[in-house]
């Protein structure tokens, strides 16, 4: 998951734009040089105020306080809306510079604070930072909204618009300004001054919703950990997670004596595979499903049905029959329609494949002796002890083989060397905002520097769930500013003294975040708001999951997969295990995750006045049509329950996590492409960078893929891989 603390003040603007249909007369097309123009433009004060005088702009941690967010932020919006004004009440005739460029410079204080108060907010947060964003969050949605629904602002883009094939724009000039004109008229630029006010009022409401949303969840995922007192209630996990779950009670204050499984944000909970006591495993699915549903300050239903009310009102307001269809209109896929066509080509194999594989745990429950049949809590448990027969593969042998850093500096690291020519350097003198942090300077092939990349694996209390990457600084071909790009993830932290060993999934989970971090650092525009991943969200997560395939790709596994003791590489044996159970257990991996998208999809596909009131009605009745399909969603329950989605809730995602399935149709392409063309090379590694990687969205996205490939994307090379054809 990509995860968005702010998009740069310019890409804003123009994602998101509503003016009054009362507009001013359109002034002319600038012919001449106007007069200088000079109006007065409040400045800042504090450690924003200017750019950091840190390498690459990087934030200095070691300065930051966090009294300073909420001024910075105040004052950051104060700026930027003067700018704007200043734009639109221009007095000279628009042209490309004194309008569209004006704006990509526009708001770069707030630029500055947001991305890293958005940062700690997601990754480093406590109690005042939550009140903080609480407090921030309406009124910078006031702030995009008073710049969107400026009619003087329409229409100067508006002239350029129409203007458009006379002015001689370079193609990333009309690329920036039909953007701009299409998502403003998108976003109601022809609404009346009530609507707009209506408009307004929802773009608040749901703003301080979201965010209260994921403040709630974080910490019901954090209340919600199983807490055990008796160490016998751990059978099966390894001295090093019990060893971790003791330091986790211990940090939060417990007995001695008490462990403590803190939970990932996902239906399903890693440890789980490995718990050898039902009771326990049962507990854990049970905590895990129930998180956010326990009818205390974090039960998150009641956000959840006023958000989909408001976006439903939202998406009528702009012209729009669902929010589904709102949010779609500007992706890669075009429609609901379409996305929801790619997911349910695959439910009848899906169902097929969950009967089998159900059957299959049942048999083995039954050999064992066992009265019951599968359920979701015992799902990965007897599924993981069926790999190991089948396969002969436990994943506690694969561990050893996967040090944290030497995953990420001699396999991550390494394949963005052999495909792009990248290499890097870790410093030391970079301060960071959390001990966990690590820093890299990336260089390029020419080696020149090319971005400043942070580290932050490891789970914390106060860390939202999931994966993400994001920026602290935008490439920016105006200001010449160099991408200072971050990935977070949340694996589980070895105790003292124990080696930092990471899972086959956690691995593939660096791949896939650094993919999204080369997106960032590879971009080459001139604009900011279609530089880097401002991109579609059935866009922006096709570099992240091709990223994933190089994992396994000879060289590079053979270059990381290594002992952390002795040195060894992973057996060849290994290896192929790994390999033959690639398409292990797919029902359930694919199928909790194509759930989820439908689930998403159906959230956002009701009109005004149609959202229930029971969310967990709605939730069962949506599985119940999916079972229908063929789905075992009893079984195989999805990815995320509708009360802790936070990809759709809080995440930016909303009517979009159908976007990893599309991507990863993408992926499975773009792969099938390059072992077509002679595999991981640097001529290939050098061609997708150069048609995908860099591009931003400074093209249409077919047309890239196209650029890249040849041809449209097909579903094949994905059914394959998949092992479902």
Known sequence: MRKLSLVSMSALVLAGCAASSAEPAPAPVAT?????????????????????????QAPDFSKIKESDYEPAIEQGITIWLAEIDAIANNPAAPTFDNTMVAMENSGQML?????????????????????????????????????????????????????????GLAPDQMQVLTLAYENMVRNGANL?????????????????????????????????????????????????DIAAAEKTAADRGLAKGSFVLSMQNTTQQPLAASLTNRATRQALFEKSWNRSERGDANDTRGLITKIAALRAEKAKLLGFDSFAA????????????????????????????????????????????????????????????????RYALDQNEVKPYLEITNVLENGVFYAANQLYGLTFKKRTDIPVYHPDVTVYTVYDQDGSELALFYFDPWKRDNKSGGAWMSN??????????????????????????????????DANTMFHEFGHALHGMLSNQRYPSISGTNTARDFVEFPSQFMENFMTEPKVLANFAKHYKTGAPMPAELIAKIEKANTFNQGYALGEVMTAALLDLKWHSMGPGMTPSDV?????????????KGLQT??????????????????????????????????HDAYAWFKENGGMTRKNGQHIRDTILSKGHSQDYSVMYRNFAGRDPSVEPMLKARGLK
């Open 326 to 389: 709102y949010a779609l209109s500007d992706q890669m896929a075009k429609t609901p329609e379409r996305a929801i066509g790619l997911l349910e080509g695959f439910l009848p194999a899906l169902g097929a494949a969950q009967k089998k594989d159900a059957a299959d745990l049942n048999a083995l429950i039954k050999k064992q002796g066992g009265k019951f049949t599968v359920t979701p809590g015992d799902w990965d448990y007897y599924a993981e002890q069926l790999r190991k027969q």
């Open 111 to 167: 630029t500055r604070v947001y991305y890293v108060f958005g940062a700690l907010t997601s990754a480093n947060t406590n109690d005042n930072l939550d009140a903080i964003d609480s407090r921030m969050s309406p009124k910078l949605a006031a702030a995009r909204d008073a710049i969107t629904l400026n009619p003087k602002l329409f229409a100067r883009i508006k002239t350029l618009y129409d203007a458009r094939d006379t002015l």
């Open 634 to 667: 009893s079984l195989v329950p999805s990815r995320y329950r509708t009360s802790y989605f936070r990809h759709i809730w809080g995440g930016g995602y909303a009517a979009g996590y159908y976007a990893y399935s599309w991507t990863e149709m993408l992926d």
């Open 32 to 56: 001449a040089t106007p007069a200088p123009y000079a109006p007065a433009i409040p400045k800042g004060t504090g450690i924003f105020a200017e750019p950091s005088t840190l390498p690459f």
């Open 472 to 505: 602290f600084v935008d490439q920016n071909g105006l200001t010449g500013t160099k991408p200072v790009v971050f990935n977070v993830e949340n694996f589980t932290k070895p105790a003292a003294g124990q080696p930092a060993l990471i899972t086959w999934d």
């Open 616 to 628: 967990n009605a709605f939730e069962q009745s949506t599985m119940a049509s999916l079972d229908a």
């Open 192 to 240: 009346s001054d009530a609507d707009k006010a209506r408009l307004t009022d929802i773009n608040g409401q749901l703003s301080t919703l979201q965010t209260d949303f994921g403040q709630k969840l974080t910490k019901g995922t954090k209340d919600g950990a199983l807490m055990v007192t008796d160490r016998k209630a751990l059978a099966g996990l390894s001295d090093a």
